[in-house]
């Protein structure tokens, strides 16, 4: 795949649009706090990427003397190939609620936001969860990547043991001291992802991680380098260092967090009291992701039987990983 750099996120694809349907859509999976408005897309209709990843050390430079013939030295590249993966829903709405005089709101309208903000809170789920185990028809999380990095290319060095009440968040234990030792872990985190400043990185941590931050911000003498910005929407966007910071958020369900409190210290599911942070370092050098073209929201009228009104919400895309250090996750984290 050739990759230029015009990899644009959802938000500029939606900017740059004509569309009021693909701004809105966007919009709306943006206030959702949606991880597809973070990965920057190329739109390139194709069902499978090819792409080469550097998992080995690199070439050995030779130093010579003059009129000395070159070295021929070369680095061993590994290829790989990823998948699109398909969103598809309808939202049918019978005429007559269209028509009703009395509606206090768009049906439809109301009926496709609904589904659009599951989109969001899935895709966050899938973004960090998923395995071809739980369901292979959408893309892999980067906990499997992780966990499998011979598999998915990934750095197995990239999943950083926090140390638990070293660096505990635990409300009893949060201290001045081991709000020290975390950020000094989430900086481990940021040298794991070739960004030692968080150039280009975005963190994901549920809510508790999040508050338990501000506290231990509060702590340290400073913000310790926390600090907010805007987006370009207007709203507050925190961040440590260059890295942005986001609540990954909960499951469709509404109350179910994507990234769990209860994780074990060696951060498998159970029902202990640790969690995680993930980072990912994102470009079309690092982690970036294609599409056959942006969240298409269309409205397809009347359909053949005269009583139902159809709108199409579809998407199809996947994600390119070339760097082996583009992800990383933080875990171990006590937080109860």
């Known amino acids: 795949m050739t990759v230029s750099s015009s990899a644009l996120s959802m938000l500029e694809w939606a900017n740059l649009s004509n569309a009021p349907l693909v701004k809105a859509v966007t919009y709306s999976l943006r206030k959702a706090g949606s991880i597809m408005t973070d990965v920057p897309f190329v739109n390139s209709a194709t069902l499978l990427q090819n792409g080469v990843r550097f998992t080995g050390g690199l070439p050995t430079v030779d130093w010579v003397k003059l009129n000395a013939e070159p070295t021929v030295v070369k680095s061993t590249a590994q290829p790989y190939q990823e998948q699109a993966y398909i969103i598809r829903n309808a939202v049918d709405v019978d005429k007559n609620y269209v028509m009703d005089k009395n509606q206090i709101v768009d049906p439809r309208g109301f009926q496709a936001e609904a589904v659009v903000r599951s989109i969001a809170y899935d895709f966050n789920d899938k973004f960090i969860n998923n395995d071809h185990t739980v369901d292979e028809d959408a893309i892999v999380g980067i906990k499997a990547r992780l966990d499998n990095p011979t598999v998915y290319g990934a750095l197995a060095a990239n999943k950083i043991d926090a140390g638990g009440a070293t660096a505990s968040l635990k409300p009893a234990s949060l201290t001045a001291g081991t709000f020290s030792k975390f950020m000094e872990k989430l900086d481990e985190l940021f040298w794991a992802l070739n960004a030692v400043d968080g150039e280009g990185v975005v963190l994901y941590m549920n809510d508790t991680v999040m508050r338990r931050i501000n506290t231990g911000a509060r702590l340290a003498s400073g913000a310790g380098g926390f600090s907010q910005a805007q987006d370009q929407y207007g709203r507050t966007v925190s961040m440590y260092r260059s890295a942005v910071i986001r609540d990954v958020g909960v499951k469709s369900d509404q109350s179910t967090r994507i990234i769990l409190n209860t994780e074990t210290n060696a951060g498998a599911a159970g029902s202990s009291t640790f969690t995680s942070v993930y980072g990912v370092r994102y470009g079309i050098d690092a982690m970036f992701g294609w599409q056959f073209e942006p969240l298409n929201v ?37 937080i109860a």
């Open 298 to 334: 269309q409205d397809l009228g009347l359909q053949n039987n005269g009583v139902t009104y159809r709108t199409l919400i579809d998407w199809t895309g996947g994600l390119m990983m070339p760097d082996i250090r583009a992800i990383g996750r933080l875990y171990d984290i006590e």
